[in-house]
């Protein structure tokens, strides 16, 4: 099985963030990455600026990968992304149902992120490859870990050709994900992914809304820290390696940097793990 490193970007705002972005994507390229994506906001909320990233990124020689979510969304509106996507030869998309953004009642035409999977293939074949989300740790709207990993089993009976998790830290979670997973007949590549620690408190932030655990030895040993952010990259960064080393150990098809739009983290961790 070929192992694919890829790296993950959200679209800029600014001007600024925009040099910036281009600045990270340099850097980062040296790891020879499968492809870059770009995440996608509620709703499309920054569906042009996504487009425009993703165009940057392509213009640049590397292969670039939106995000889709079709939550909000219409039929009609998710066939005109998929036809601007293949004039601009685009053939990697990373499916997601989306958050609906606050103050939106109307859910769109889509539910689910296996009834996006089906239309993109009804509509468009094999042209495309699709990339949807995984829960080791279960995502946090399901009633049970069951239901969810139902769910996740739609999604690739629909016509996912892989899938990409959330970030975890505790590895026997995503272990007895992958063996349920095997249990149920599925065989596509599940690609863990991967986030890099700079600050406790942002990542305590994200953990919390996204669902994903931090183990408690983790959490006291990053609060022993308080402010000393040198501190807590140090330790983010052993704790991260580590982490990588053993997926790699037990054959993972690849792993997939939540990057933050910053590079020295995922370039540091790369470095350690020999990969680049």
């Not at 959490?219 to 952010?229: A, I, L, Q």
Request: proline share 5%.
């Amino acid at each position: 099985m070929t192992f694919e490193l890829s790296i993950e970007f959200f679209p800029p705002q600014t001007a600024e963030g925009i040099e910036k972005l281009r600045a990270t994507l340099t850097q980062l390229s040296v790891l020879k990455p499968a492809f870059f994506s770009v995440t996608y906001g509620a709703g499309g909320s920054t569906r042009e600026r996504t487009l425009a990233t993703v165009r940057e990124i392509a213009s640049a020689g590397y292969s670039a990968a939106p995000h889709l979510s079709c939550i909000g969304a219409t039929q009609e509106s998710i066939r005109g992304l998929l036809a601007s996507f293949q004039s601009q030869g685009i053939r990697r998309i990373v499916a997601l149902r989306g958050d609906l953004p606050s103050g939106m009642a109307d859910p769109g035409e889509f539910r689910y992120a296996n009834e996006l999977v089906a239309f993109i293939r009804r509509e468009t074949g094999d042209t495309f490859h699709l990339d949807v989300a995984a829960y080791p740790e279960w995502h946090p709207q399901a009633r049970t870990p069951r239901d969810d990993l139902l769910n996740f089993k739609r999604k690739m009976d629909a016509g996912a050709n892989a899938a990409i998790t959330q970030y975890f830290y505790n590895i026997d979670a995503f272990e007895n994900f992958i063996n349920e997973a095997h249990a149920l007949g599925i065989t596509a590549p599940i690609i863990p992914g991967i986030m890099p620690i700079g600050s406790f408190s942002k990542l305590a932030r994200f953990s919390d809304a996204c669902g994903a655990d931090i183990p408690r030895w983790m959490r006291k040993k990053f609060e022993s820290y308080g402010d000393d952010t040198v501190s807590v990259q140090a330790f983010g960064l052993d704790v991260v390696t580590d982490l990588c080393q053993q997926l790699i150990s037990r054959g993972v098809p690849g792993l997939h940097f939540y990057s933050m739009n910053q590079s020295r983290l995922t370039l540091e961790i790369c470095r350690r793990l020999c990969i680049g």
